[in-house]
């Protein structure tokens, strides 16, 4: 369960890198339409095709940084549920631990008193 966590971990941050990259790249082509937008002022047929570029980047953008939000709200969950998996982990060895010290007390008093 703790790998397939950690697996599920991993695969979330990569996805949040990806959306991070997509939402760069979106912003990146929203400047470069305004770029271009600027060069076109004076033709009207090429500044509305623009803007209808500049609006749909902008819709993408909203939704890969909504899609974004939402990858790193999963990751947030999938880190603390690995911190908590961990401590557990460590609280369980612990008291492994000590079962096995309390197994080896029990296994030398019998030992011990089978040579009596």
Same mark, same amino acid.
């Given at each position: 369960m703790y790998q397939t966590l950690l697996?599920? %971990?991993? *695969?979330? $941050?990569?996805?949040?890198d990806d959306m991070t990259s997509e939402r760069d790249d979106a912003l990146g082509q929203?400047? &470069? !339409?305004?770029?271009?937008?600027?060069?076109?002022?004076? $033709?009207?047929? !090429?500044?509305? %095709?623009?803007? @209808?570029e500049i609006d749909h980047l902008r819709g993408e953008l909203s939704k890969s940084e909504d899609n974004l939000a939402? @990858?790193? *709200?999963?990751?947030?969950? &999938? *880190?603390?549920?690995?911190?908590?998996?961990?401590?557990?982990?460590?609280?369980?060895?612990?008291? !492994?631990?000590? @079962?096995i010290r309390l197994k080896d007390q029990v296994d030398e008093y019998v030992s011990h008193s089978s040579s009596l």
């Open positions: 697996e599920e %971990h991993r *695969t979330l $941050q990569s996805s949040l929203v400047r &470069q !339409a305004r770029r271009e937008q600027d060069s076109y002022r004076g $033709q009207d047929k !090429a500044d509305l %095709h623009m803007r @209808a939402v @990858a790193e *709200t999963d990751l947030e969950k &999938q *880190t603390n549920l690995v911190s908590d998996l961990n401590r557990k982990v460590e609280e369980l060895q612990e008291k !492994a631990d000590e @079962a």
